[in-house]
């Protein structure tokens, strides 16, 4: 995994319960820094394979930086060991996701440790979903959507709420079927948001347990994300300890 060139935070982290206002619980997994604060909120949509330790590490570095992050369990623990079972999984829950995200953004936006300037990543499945609420919500300053396939939005596009950057992989088939259009499509209605495409990258580039891991390519679409929710979201509170001007031992810069 590549690390960031930012102060880090002292976080902990740990699977929730988010309660709705139905008093529905949405088992979550969330991360967040020791102390410090307020803090801009995050929510992370995983991909078709469930929350892995690949969804808990992404959670891990956003809350180094500053993020107060929440990551809904989509699957309700249940996890993929195949494309096959990844398939099935997101055919049985996708319906629920919405309704799970949305579920994480009430909390975040109703934490007193949450400065309420809310953005939404995902990946895969993820990314639809940041799409759906990039469309449909007003209380989102930023989105990110990773490998997928948002060929179904492109007519709602100029109803799009907040900046949306798109990252893809050149070899990804989603990309190569949707990217024209995406980019047209983004061009015409927000002249804030972006495409990025990796062109030797494939779908699955980003995930560090995956033969698709592309280090350089992760490296640096993580540094775009970050400068994007900056540029749209503001910058996150550095840790209490910085000092102006100094480097510390057991820091990363």
């Not at 956003?62 to 107060?68: D, R, V």
């Not at 993929?80 to 975040?108: C, H, M, W």
């Not at 939404?120 to 993820?126: A, E, H, I, K, P």
């Not at 759906?132 to 930023?142: P, S, T, V």
Request: aromatic share 8%.
């Amino acid at each position: 995994m590549p690390e960031t060139r930012r102060l880090q935070h002292q976080i902990t982290s740990g699977f929730i319960h988010v309660v709705t206002d139905d008093k529905t619980q949405i088992r979550a997994f969330w991360a967040h820094p020791v102390t410090g604060g307020p803090f801009p909120g995050l929510i992370l949509a995983h991909d078709d394979w469930g929350l892995s330790a690949v969804g808990r590490t992404q959670a891990h570095r956003f809350a180094e930086i500053g993020y107060y992050v929440i990551v809904p369990d989509l699957f309700e623990g249940q996890l993929a060991n195949s494309q096959i079972e990844a398939d099935s999984l997101e055919l049985r829950f996708k319906e629920y996701a919405p309704t799970k995200v949305v579920g994480g953004l009430t909390a975040l936006e109703t934490h007193p440790k949450c400065n309420s300037k809310l953005a939404v990543v995902g990946w895969d499945l993820g990314a639809e979903l940041a799409m759906q609420l990039a469309i449909e919500r007003n209380d989102i300053m930023a989105a990110v959507a990773l490998s997928g396939d948002l060929s179904a939005f492109l007519g709602d596009l100029e109803r799009l709420q907040c900046p949306l950057l798109v990252v893809m992989g050149g070899e990804d088939p989603i990309t190569q079927r949707s990217e024209q259009a995406l980019r047209q499509a983004l061009n015409t209605v927000d002249e804030r948001s972006q495409v990025i495409v990796y062109p030797e990258a494939e779908h699955a580039f980003y995930n560090h347990l995956s033969s698709a891991y592309k280090a350089e390519a992760a490296e640096d679409a993580q540094t775009k994300i970050l400068d994007f929710l900056e540029m749209h979201q503001g910058k996150p509170p550095a840790p209490d300890d910085a000092v102006p001007g100094r480097f510390r031992h057991g820091r990363v810069y």
